[in-house]
């Protein structure tokens, strides 16, 4: 038996990597849950088979769209190679883990908008602008844009990430990268948008992860989609039907969490405060029932067959 804590690369705020050889990591995406860059003390039960449940279809439905290849490889314990891990573990992994490509993650955050919203409205009632994108005055938190915005961001290692305009982004990973990124993004976020729109879900912003994987073709031709994507931790959904810009909307997002956040005692830095139950349990309905109109599947189905749709 393969000692999978020798397999350990590192974590993220919700994902664990492991080493599977040369050419394939392990994604294993965990029940935690972070805000305001902290990861609480509080896990949100099932959070991680979301996730990885949400960002199968979209790889998926993109790839057959032909819009941009991705990292998914396999997502059965069975494909791990022999002795990796015994049936217990391979039970627990079961819908949360992702079998993917390497590929080196760009160095900016890929962030597409369709709504103002977030960090964008707080940019945008300072400047008039988000990550440069010159809007037109008199909107209002929430409007709906004539046409989705790239808005890129920094990746920081400490603290927040910092909105920042195509320019600089330019000057991270070059022209020619930045140019296929930001186009891909745009096409990535139309299709969710539309998919999202169907199921009475607006898809106001998202973030994605692209990289670039070996190979001797020019770097912007060699660039996939990574890590997750268009799931509740990485997006804002709100209700179409009670849709009202003009003010904050209710959401299928993590948006829940912040906002009981935001009305305790807490500086926002490490240790986060536990969530209380009726919290933690409303942020797993809102995760679940995103899942389950958008997929058009059930959770519980996932959950016990680990089938979508």
């Not at 069975?78 to 883990?97: C, H, I, N, Q, S």
Request: aromatic share 10%; glycine share 8%.
């Amino acid at each position: 038996m393969v000692d999978l804590a020798a397999r350990f690369v590192r974590s993220g705020k919700v994902r664990d990597i492991y080493d599977l050889d040369s050419e394939r990591l392990l994604l294993v995406a965990s029940d935690r849950i972070s805000a305001f860059d902290v990861v609480l003390p509080t896990a949100i039960p099932d959070k991680g088979r979301v996730l990885t449940g949400l960002s199968r279809y979209w790889f998926w439905q993109t790839e057959e769209a032909g819009i941009v290849p991705n990292h998914l490889l396999g997502t059965d314990p069975a494909d791990l190679p022999d002795g990796f891990v015994d049936d217990e573990t391979a039970a627990d992994l079961r819908g949360r883990m992702m079998i993917c490509r390497r590929a080196a993650p760009l160095p900016v955050e890929i962030i597409v908008r369709g709504y103002l919203s977030g960090s964008g409205w707080k940019d945008y009632q300072r400047t008039g602008a988000v990550s440069g994108v010159a809007l037109p005055a008199g909107l209002r938190e929430s409007d709906r844009f004539p046409e989705p915005i790239f808005t890129p961001s920094t990746k920081a290692e400490v603290g927040h990430d910092e909105n920042i305009d195509f320019a600089a982004m330019v000057k991270l990973v070059g022209q020619d990268v930045a140019e296929r990124a930001k186009q891909v993004a745009l096409d990535l976020y139309r299709f969710g948008a539309a998919r999202a729109e169907e199921a009475g879900i607006i898809l106001a912003d998202t973030k994605f992860e692209l990289g670039i994987v070996p190979g001797d073709a020019p770097e912007a031709d060699r660039l996939i989609l990574i890590d997750e994507v268009m799931t509740p931790d990485s997006s804002r959904f709100w209700e179409l039907a009670t849709y009202a810009p003009g003010k904050a909307q209710p959401s299928y997002d993590k948006q829940f969490v912040r906002d009981w956040l935001e009305q305790q005692p807490w500086d926002k830095t490490p240790p986060g405060p536990a969530l209380p139950d009726d919290v933690v349990s409303g942020t797993r309905s809102r995760y679940a029932e995103a899942f389950e109109r958008i997929t058009g599947g059930s959770f519980e189905r996932y959950l016990e067959q680990d089938v979508i749709g």
